[in-house]
């Protein structure tokens, strides 16, 4: 009973530092154009997250059953998958690096996954579906492919969105392109939050959702008070959406727009000065790229990265102008960070869960 208590905080802690980074990217746009004081995006971005949370589980589903085997998934196994998470979001707060705190979760939930059962069958690596490959369910196909074609179709979209909107404003004065697209990007950085919320949120659903459904079936949750019958979660079928409890729903959200709030500045810097100068016009084209893109992966369950694909469209952005308007060494330290995230967070959670054991607190 009292891991599961542990998981929780633990999940909630997570929630928390993914408001450093992924809901300070979902902002950092609006935020660097100077359309919104660093306070009113913060508050934006809690409002707007919330109502996303409130939507759908399709993402959180995918983390529950859809990436590793249930039966692994022992409350030491996600409180080591968290802790990888966590450990790796930190290291690049510290360093000013917007990387994925989706995919720091998913390399700790395998890393600890793969150490508890000692080999790496109870990852889920691949179950193609014969129907459409957006419904095929694995690591490969909610994990891997979206991480790549997510970035990619952002950096398309914010650079035909951009150059479509040079086009259609050569007449327009500065003053009047600034005046419509401020007002314009409050409307898109809504949706971005929106969007976050839909995706990001979830994850952290997912893993409470896990812990407590583990604790239901087991029989750990079964003498509790009649006050604390909310925590009982049942296991969800194979193929079914999970059912979340609306507390879960509404208690990662507050967790998530506390962080945003707390410590979120030094991503922002990176994401919104560093890579490229952004007027209300790039944020607007680089907002609404990234927002369609996250909408359409929490519509099938996969959990994107806000950070690749905010990232991405800002690039995209700055391309439509001119490819030297990036500042590519930012573009590089920002990729590295991408392709290193699931394997370092996996072998941080793989360390932890094997200092478990050679402590003895696991068999």
């Not at 179709?153 to 259609?168: E, H």
């Not at 490819?323 to 699931?342: G, P």
Request: proline residues 3%; hydrophobic residues 55%; contains cysteine.
């Amino acid at each position: 009973m009292a891991l599961i208590f542990i998981v929780i905080l633990i999940a909630l802690v997570f929630e928390y530092i993914n408001g450093f980074h992924d809901s300070a990217n979902s902002i950092a746009t609006v935020v660097a154009t100077k359309v919104l004081t660093p306070r009113q995006a913060v508050l934006l971005s809690a409002c707007t997250n919330l109502v996303g949370a409130l939507i759908g589980t399709a993402v959180a589903t995918t983390i529950a059953q859809g990436l590793i085997d249930q039966r692994i998934a022992s409350q030491k196994v996600l409180i080591c998958a968290l802790l990888g998470a966590v450990v790796w979001n930190l290291v690049t707060w510290r360093a000013g690096l917007p990387s994925s705190s989706s995919h720091a979760l998913i390399g700790g939930l395998v890393g600890a996954a793969v150490a508890a059962a000692g080999n790496f069958s109870v990852v889920i690596w691949s179950q193609p579906d014969s129907t459409h490959w957006w419904l095929s369910q694995g690591l490969l196909w909610k994990v891997i492919v979206p991480m790549v074609a997510s970035p990619l179709a952002g950096f398309v979209l914010g650079l035909s969105i951009m150059g479509l909107l040079y086009a259609l404003l050569r007449n327009w004065k500065p003053h009047t392109v600034n005046l419509v697209f401020g007002k314009a990007q409050i409307v898109s950085a809504a949706g971005m939050g929106l969007m976050h919320g839909t995706n990001d949120a979830q994850k952290t659903m997912g893993i409470i959702a896990l812990a407590l459904a583990s604790g239901t079936t087991t029989g750990r949750l079964a003498n509790l008070p009649h006050w604390l019958s909310f925590l009982q979660v049942a296991a969800p079928k194979p193929g079914t959406n999970l059912t979340i409890a609306l507390w879960i729903k509404i208690t990662c959200a507050l967790a998530m727009a506390a962080g945003t709030a707390a410590g979120g500045w030094r991503i922002i810097r990176t994401m919104g000065h560093k890579m490229v100068r952004l007027h209300p016009v790039n944020g607007f084209a680089a907002e609404t790229s990234s927002a369609a893109v996250i909408g359409l992966a929490s519509h099938f369950g996969f959990p994107v990265s806000t950070t690749h694909n905010i990232s991405a469209a800002i690039m995209g952005v700055g391309a439509a102008k001119r490819f030297s308007a990036l500042r590519w060494t930012i573009v590089e330290r920002m990729i590295w960070a991408w392709l290193l995230t699931i394997p370092i967070s996996g072998a941080i959670a793989y360390g932890f869960m094997r200092l478990l054991r050679f402590v003895g607190a696991v068999e």
